[in-house]
């Protein structure tokens, strides 16, 4: 079992900067595969960032590559999402992502993880 918190949402105007931040609890942190989704009104959940057990295979979404970027620290059991250069459509709750898989690959559908936070607001004006 593993719960997850998100923190680090907000407010922020557009070309600014939001580091979001999941702390895990549980044991064997670093045998889950993490990703961040995020979740606009009326939207479906989509994947935006996800890096694998070991920290060394990092996957963003297209839309968020070159502003975005997405790293974890096993010793604190936390994984981060580095926002920069955000936009209005960046607009959504952020959610924390926890995948029993030690894998290389990271996934990118909702369904295929475990275990979810319970989201962060994440607000950028134009």
């Known amino acids: 079992q593993v719960q997850l918190e998100e923190s680090g949402g907000g407010l922020v105007q557009a070309g600014g900067s939001l580091r979001l931040s999941c702390a895990a609890s549980?044991?064997?942190?670093?045998?889950?595969?993490m990703a961040w989704f995020r979740q606009a009104p009326g939207k479906e959940r989509e994947f935006v960032a996800g890096?694998?057990?070991?920290?060394?295979?990092?996957k963003l979404s297209d839309d968020v590559k070159g502003r975005f970027n997405c790293s974890r620290d096993n010793a604190k059991n936390e994984v981060y999402l580095q926002m920069n250069s955000l936009r209005p459509e960046d607009t959504a709750v952020y959610y924390c992502?926890?995948?029993?898989?030690?894998?290389?690959?990271?996934?990118?559908?909702?369904?295929?993880?475990?275990?979810w936070g319970q989201g962060t607001q994440v607000t950028v004006s134009s």
């Open positions: 992502a926890a995948d029993f898989a030690r894998l290389l690959i990271v996934k990118i559908i909702p369904s295929e993880y475990d275990y």
């Open positions: 549980g044991r064997i942190f670093d045998y889950y595969t």
């Open positions: 890096v694998n057990w070991s920290g060394t295979r990092v």
